[in-house]
């Protein structure tokens, strides 16, 4: 089992902060990605090509892997100025 947490505009857009979801084996974080873009709207539309990813608090790359127990947080892009 894994918990999911979403940020910023991706929170308000899903309607949701958290969620767990089972995750039986050590995959990518992008195939985590992938699964829920599978749901359609609007889960493609916000998980859409510019998703920043943390596991376990710390920023991850999409090939990262995520396994049983670990938290995934996904969040848009930060810009600054």
Known sequence: MIEIRYFASFRE????????????????AAALLERLRGR???????????????????????????QDGDEVAFFPPVTGG
């Open 13 to 28: 857009s899903l309607g949701l902060g958290s969620e767990r979801l089972e995750w039986p084996q050590a995959l990518p």
């Open 40 to 66: 359609g709207e609007p889960w493609t539309r916000v998980l859409g090509a510019r998703v920043m990813v943390a596991i376990n608090q710390e920023l991850a790359s999409p090939d990262a892997l995520v």
